[in-house]
């Protein structure tokens, strides 16, 4: 399948993007492989993430109606938005693709989801910080923080957007914010039973 995507992305996609999906791929697969996640998913997601990366508004608007898709006041402003949903659905019709991790996870990498898996958590952290995207100190650190926990690298992940957002004066989908906020308070979890476990280690060792 994978040389079949790779032609028709050869034809819908112009060549700076294809480099940016081959990037993703890669990197959805080397968290994939960290994580101890199916690296084949994550590999097949990366590289449909944007197959409707070029399609009109038009037509993103129009697959998106066809198909039940929910386009909300912000979508509708700017279709762009629609792309992952988009892409899915091309995922789905143009190459068969029947898994539903692998869609959800093309459908959520552009805004996050909350509760989204951990594969789409994968590839919405490779889209924004594979390779080609640069090698700013603010990226090569968010690459780090992102191989040594997922949540906390999606959180930054959307930190990092919410910025570019803020100072571009672009409209901020309300998805963003909600992916935001549930990854971080799952690292607060994690951050709250791991200063337990310590405590009731040290206390072990007193007695």
Not at 78 to 88: F, G, I, R
Not at 119 to 143: H, I, M
Not at 160 to 170: A, E, G, N, Q, T
Request: hydrophobic residues 40%.
């Amino acid at each position: 399948m994978r040389s079949q995507v790779l032609s028709w992305l050869a034809k819908n996609v112009s060549e700076h993007r294809l480099q940016h999906i081959l990037g993703v791929e890669k990197m959805s697969i080397d968290l994939a492989k960290h994580y101890q996640l199916d690296e084949e998913k994550a590999g097949q997601a990366g590289l449909m993430h944007d197959l409707a990366k070029f399609f009109k508004p038009s037509r993103l608007l129009e697959m998106a109606s066809a198909n039940q898709i929910e386009i909300d006041p912000v979508c509708a402003e700017n279709p762009h938005l629609l792309h992952a949903d988009v892409s899915a659905i091309v995922a789905r019709d143009e190459f068969g693709v029947t898994d539903e991790e692998i869609l959800s996870a093309i459908r959520n990498h552009t805004l996050g989801c909350p509760e989204m898996s951990d594969l789409s958590c994968v590839v919405f952290v490779a889209d924004a910080l594979e390779p080609n995207r640069g090698d700013t100190p603010e990226l090569e650190a968010l690459r780090q923080e992102s191989f040594l926990n997922l949540y906390q690298g999606v959180y930054q992940t959307c930190d990092y957007s919410l910025k570019y957002l803020l100072s571009s004066r672009l409209t901020i989908h309300p998805r963003t914010v909600l992916t935001r906020n549930w990854a971080l308070q799952i690292v607060k979890q994690e951050l709250k039973k791991s200063s337990i476990d310590l405590d009731k280690k040290e206390r072990v060792k007193i007695k």
